[in-house]
């Protein structure tokens, strides 16, 4: 009786083992299958007849193309405005922080179009959901005007309840701290690349926004945001290999000039 007993038992704790096991890697291949990389065309998808970098064009393309999200560039303009353009100068040369918004606003893009203001580009982009505004804040050249973009930003998005449609990513820690502080439930990222996942965690950043290079050379970085609860976007991310690179080892976003490339590649 005693052996037979015996026997049952072991039986009995097999059994559980077996199931344990099974029930672990059922939950690890879900965890796999569950997670995805999603597209964010690099201001806009710009790369297509009529298009141009943060061009209202470009935003409306990057919808059709299936994105998941649409990054722009923001600046303050002398008078206390917001315009959205990549570089500190417009095309003609004019130097955003130090021109008045109505001058700015009459700069031409290449494909014709004028810079945008935000407002503007808001309000297109709220027509384009769920598709995500990836909302880049341009380092300002005083930290008063770093605080001011924030803040004008920050009410703007509010003003247009756009708050779930939004994320912010920014360069500057102060930008990127104030934003925390503005917007507590919103998304925020850092772009910087110089710190690490725990120190993002502990400064109040939803997720790290890093160049490929920086993440290739400190890999692991990826699995501890993750650990973190991080969020990890990579830019900008254009060559087949390094696309693939970062979609095997999970990334959560990845910036790029080649959205459809990257959409053909995210379906296989």
Not at 51 to 75: F, H, M, P, R, V
Not at 93 to 109: A, C, H, N, Y
Not at 225 to 244: I, P, S
Request: glycine letters at 6%.
């Amino acid at each position: 009786m005693i052996v037979i007993k015996t026997i049952k038992n072991m039986t009995t704790m097999k059994t559980k083992l077996f199931m344990a096991a099974a029930l672990l890697l059922a939950g690890s291949q879900s965890a796999c299958a569950q997670h995805a990389t999603h597209a964010v065309a690099h201001r806009g998808y710009w790369k297509c007849e009529g298009s141009a970098e943060n061009s209202l064009t470009a935003l409306q393309k990057a919808y059709e193309a299936g994105c998941w999200g649409s990054e722009l560039d923001i600046w303050l303009t002398a008078d206390g405005r917001l315009v959205v353009n990549h570089d500190p100068h417009t095309l003609d040369g004019l130097e955003i922080e130090k021109t008045d918004f109505d001058k700015v606003t009459r700069s031409k893009l290449k494909n014709g179009e004028t810079v945008p203001s935000l407002e503007a580009y808001l309000d297109a982009g709220k027509k384009l959901a769920p598709m995500i505004l990836v909302l880049e804040l341009k380092t300002q050249s005083t930290p008063e005007r770093n605080a001011e973009l924030a803040r004008k930003v920050v009410d703007m998005v509010k003003a247009k309840d756009m708050e779930a449609q939004v994320e912010y990513i920014a360069f500057s820690n102060q930008v990127g701290t104030e934003l925390i502080r503005l917007a507590p439930e919103a998304q925020v990222a850092y772009l910087n690349g110089d710190k690490t996942p725990a120190e993002l965690k502990e400064l109040g950043y939803t997720g790290l926004d890093y160049a490929y290079k920086v993440l290739k050379a400190n890999p692991q970085w990826i699995d501890e945001a993750h650990l973190l609860g991080l969020t990890v976007n990579v830019w900008t991310v254009n060559k087949v290999e390094d696309l693939q690179y970062f979609i095997d080892h999970k990334a959560d976003y990845i910036t790029t000039n080649e959205p459809v490339l990257l959409l053909e590649m995210l379906k296989k």
